[in-house]
């Protein structure tokens, strides 16, 4: 018999699935952890400390996001760049400007970031917007956590980024303007994201996807961690050139539904000139 | 890697969609007052709001949306109160969240859980297209919408309405229920 538990974090509805209480609050707690040490909205948050251009002892989990960021920037020739998404999401009013915190510069990207042990710091005025990464690291934080309490079995999912063990599962892939369901995914031991349009007034907005490739409506990647699966979709949504190459660093396949409503498989790069 | 087409099931989810709406739900009330306070005694001590005071409320919290009637339960154990159980609602443009909120006697959150969601569907729930893309293909097993939709993958929801809602709950408490 599994419970299913559904709370707010990381900006969404965060849902946790196990056979018992216990491994769900241990998913939950590593959740809570993550959105603590992450969240650009929290002034105290690590990121919001690199933020405002201190040198920062980051924490385990900050620094294997941050690792991971860097793996991906350079692997996608600068691509995925949660700086530039910070740059972006503070031009728009997405994100707030906490006292104590420059304006990043026009130009500024993630080769700002240094790392030396666990010590973290922005050489120059930059912020980071480790959101479209860290919900992916969050998932993969809570079924770890829910492995150690005993999980067999469950289900972690935010808002989209999710992944299970155990028990295979079903999921729906839901089309980005009504929400209807799409797809059918048959998921075991594995984690999938998608990143999609938002539906508002006037139909899909894409504001917080910078640089995506404008005939993509929504990217689903499904891959061994959450966090690749996460960082792969907005690498997807841009069509970078080498998409075939990326996807298998990851042990990744991609699909993709265009404006027109076709599905892709990107493994085959055909959407990706 | 080898190349794969068929890796995702490709099936569509549904040729004809049913009513355009999905619900899910975790807990029910009293599953959610015992998960917060297990054993405990609920007394329902629920407010009506006049119009005045939900006005007030909105004014302080910032956020509207309280009901004439809040449903609020108060938690004993051995005739002493160990907290406060709040059920709320809030409304979005296209989903209907219902959620608790446990406070301590003193007012400070102790847990949220969210009950019950549901959600409906922008108009188009099938374009032209998608048929086409099919038709001649395996349509595989039809979702019956209401209750087999258990796994969404897509367009994020925001937890905006919820934060908003939780800032209210703790306006009424403070205005409300604090020193009774």
């Known amino acids: 018999m599994l419970t299913r538990r559904c709370r707010p974090w990381l900006g969404t509805l965060v849902e946790v699935e196990a056979e018992c209480v216990t491994a769900i609050e241990a998913g939950f707690a590593a959740i809570e952890r993550v959105?603590?040490?992450?969240?650009?909205?929290?002034?105290?948050?690590?990121?919001?400390?690199?933020?405002?251009?201190?040198?920062?002892?980051?924490?385990?989990?900050?620094?294997?996001?941050?690792?991971?960021?860097?793996?991906?920037?350079?692997?996608?020739?600068?691509?995925?760049?949660?700086?530039?998404?910070?740059?972006?999401?503070?031009?728009?009013?997405?994100?707030?400007?906490?006292?104590?915190?420059?304006?990043?510069?026009?130009?500024?990207?993630?080769?700002?970031?240094?790392?030396?042990?666990?010590?973290?710091?922005?050489?120059?005025?930059?912020?980071?917007?480790?959101?479209?990464?860290?919900?992916?690291?969050?998932?993969?934080?809570?079924?770890?956590?829910?492995?150690?309490?005993?999980?067999?079995?469950?289900?972690?999912?935010?808002?989209?980024?999710?992944?299970?063990?155990?028990?295979?599962?079903?999921?729906?892939?839901?089309?980005?303007?009504?929400?209807?369901?799409?797809?059918?995914?048959?998921?075991?031991?594995?984690?999938?994201?998608?990143?999609?349009?938002?539906?508002?007034?006037?139909?899909?907005?894409?504001?917080?996807?910078?640089?995506?490739?404008?005939?993509?409506?929504?990217?689903?990647?499904?891959?061994?961690?959450?966090?690749?699966?996460?960082?792969?979709?907005?690498?997807?949504?841009?069509?970078?050139?080498?998409?075939?190459?990326?996807?298998?660093?990851?042990?990744?396949?991609?699909?993709?539904?265009?404006?027109t409503g076709d599905i892709f498989d990107m493994c085959a790069d055909r959407l990706a000139a | 890697m080898a190349r794969s087409t068929d890796w995702f099931a490709i099936i569509p989810a549904a040729l004809i969609a049913p009513a355009p709406a999905s619900a899910t739900v975790y807990l029910s009330i009293p599953a959610a007052q015992q998960a917060f306070f297990p054993g405990a005694q609920m007394v329902d001590r629920k407010i009506a709001l006049s119009p005045a005071q939900r006005k007030a409320i909105a004014k302080t919290a910032g956020a509207s949306g309280t009901d004439q009637v809040q449903r609020i339960w108060e938690a004993k154990a051995g005739g002493k109160r160990t907290g406060w159980f709040i059920l709320d609602r809030v409304i979005g443009k296209h989903e209907y969240i219902t959620y608790a909120v446990a406070l301590s006697p003193d007012g400070a959150v102790r847990g949220l859980e969210i009950l019950d969601y549901r959600e409906t569907y922008g108009g188009e729930v099938r374009n032209a297209n998608w048929r086409r893309q099919f038709s001649g293909k395996k349509p595989g097993q039809s979702l019956k919408l209401e209750r087999d939709i258990r796994n969404i993958s897509g367009a994020t929801l925001s937890s905006r309405h919820i934060t908003d809602g939780v800032r209210r709950l703790l306006v009424t408490y403070q205005m409300l229920l604090a020193g009774s």
């Open chain 1, 35 to 259: 959105h603590t040490l992450m969240s650009a909205h929290q002034p105290m948050s690590e990121i919001s400390r690199l933020n405002r251009g201190e040198r920062v002892e980051i924490s385990p989990d900050t620094c294997a996001v941050l690792d991971r960021a860097l793996f991906w920037f350079a692997a996608s020739d600068g691509i995925f760049d949660p700086v530039v998404a910070g740059r972006s999401a503070i031009e728009r009013g997405a994100l707030p400007l906490h006292p104590g915190q420059a304006l990043p510069e026009r130009s500024s990207d993630l080769r700002l970031l240094r790392m030396e042990g666990s010590m973290a710091w922005l050489e120059r005025p930059a912020y980071l917007d480790l959101g479209g990464i860290a919900k992916g690291h969050a998932v993969d934080a809570a079924v770890r956590a829910m492995r150690m309490a005993g999980a067999r079995s469950g289900l972690v999912n935010a808002g989209g980024d999710l992944a299970v063990f155990g028990q295979p599962r079903g999921i729906e892939v839901v089309d980005p303007s009504t929400r209807a369901p799409l797809l059918h995914v048959r998921l075991e031991d594995r984690a999938l994201a998608t990143s999609a349009g938002v539906r508002n007034d006037k139909g899909l907005s894409f504001v917080h996807l910078p640089r995506r490739c404008s005939r993509l409506a929504s990217v689903t990647v499904e891959s061994a961690h959450a966090i690749d699966a996460d960082a792969l979709t907005k690498i997807v949504l841009a069509g970078h050139p080498r998409l075939s190459g990326l996807l298998a660093a990851a042990d990744a396949r991609a699909l993709a539904i265009a404006n």
